[in-house]
C-alpha cells in the first residue's frame, strides 16, 4: 500500500529565509506532483515530475524528485508573503488514483 | 481552460437527509474522483470512476455512493447524512493514459450536517 509522509506539517518561516518541505512515499512510483491550496480555495498544480532526478523551477519555488530514495523535496528560496498556503504532494503510479501527504502549511512572517 | 464546477460550494443539510453533491468537467476527461479534505488529514479518496458507469471504492466509500451515467457528471450522493460527513468535498477529473495526467480540482464544496 502506498503511503506519503509530509514534514514538517506545519512551517512558520521569516520573510527571506530559505526552507524545504519533504515528501517520502512508501513504494516505487512514476508520478509525484506538487500542488498548492490557498485558505478557503481549491488545490492547483505547481509541478509534475516524472523521472528520477526531475527538477522544476517556477519563481522562488523549485522540486525535485529522487527516485531511489523515494522523496521529494519543494525548496522555497527567499520566501515572501504570497507563498503562504498548504502545499500537497501526491504520488501516483500508472493509472491508479493519487494519493496524498497531509500537507504542510506554510505562514511566512515578516 | 479545464474546469471542474461542482455546482454547490456551501450545503446545510439535517442529519438523515439524502444529500447530492454535483460535478462537471468540459474537457473531456476519463477520469473523475471525488474526496473529502478534513483539517489533519488531508485529502481521502471515496469514490473513482475511469469510465461511464462504471466506479470503484476508494479508501473511506462507506456512507456514500456515486453515479456516472455521461462522462462529464460525476455525482456524490450520501443516502442517510450524518454529522461525520461534516467535511469539505472536492471533485477532480483528469485524461487517462501515459503523461502527466494532472488532476484538476474543482472549488470544493463545504456540507455541514446538522
Known amino acids: 500500500e502506498l503511503k506519503v509522509e509530509q514534514n514538517p506539517l506545519f512551517l512558520s518561516m521569516q520573510e527571506g529565509k530559505n526552507y524545504t518541505i519533504y515528501c517520502n512515499y512508501s513504494?516505487?512510483?512514476?508520478?509525484l506532483y506538487w500542488y498548492r491550496q490557498d485558505p478557503g480555495k481549491s488545490l492547483e498544480s505547481l509541478f509534475v515530475l516524472l523521472s528520477n532526478g526531475a527538477v522544476k523551477q517556477e519563481g522562488r519555488l523549485m522540486a525535485s524528485l529522487d527516485t531511489k530514495a523515494r522523496l521529494s523535496t519543494l525548496h522555497i528560496t527567499a520566501a515572501v508573503h504570497d507563498l503562504s498556503a498548504t502545499y500537497f504532494c501526491a504520488v501516483g503510479s500508472g493509472n491508479t488514483p493519487l494519493v496524498f501527504g497531509k500537507g504542510t502549511r506554510l505562514s511566512v512572517i515578516a | 481552460d479545464v474546469k471542474v464546477t461542482q455546482s454547490s460550494r456551501y450545503l446545510v443539510k439535517r442529519t438523515g437527509e439524502k444529500v447530492f453533491l454535483e460535478c462537471v468537467q468540459d474537457?473531456?476527461?476519463?477520469?473523475m474522483f471525488w474526496y473529502r479534505q478534513d483539517p489533519g488529514l488531508g485529502l481521502r479518496l471515496i469514490y473513482f470512476?475511469?469510465?461511464?458507469?462504471?466506479?470503484e471504492k476508494g479508501d473511506i466509500p462507506e456512507g456514500y455512493s456515486v453515479s456516472r451515467e455521461k462522462k462529464e457528471r460525476f455525482s456524490l450522493i450520501l443516502e442517510s447524512a450524518s454529522t461525520n460527513q461534516t467535511s469539505m468535498y472536492l471533485c477532480?477529473?483528469?485524461?487517462?493514459?501515459?503523461?502527466?495526467?494532472?488532476?484538476?480540482f474543482g472549488a470544493g464544496s463545504r456540507l455541514t450536517v446538522l
Open positions: 477532480a477529473s483528469s485524461l487517462t493514459g501515459t503523461g502527466a495526467n494532472v488532476l484538476t
Open positions: 470512476s475511469y469510465d461511464v458507469k462504471m466506479k
Open positions: 513504494t516505487t512510483s512514476d508520478r
Open positions: 474537457m473531456d476527461h476519463e477520469n
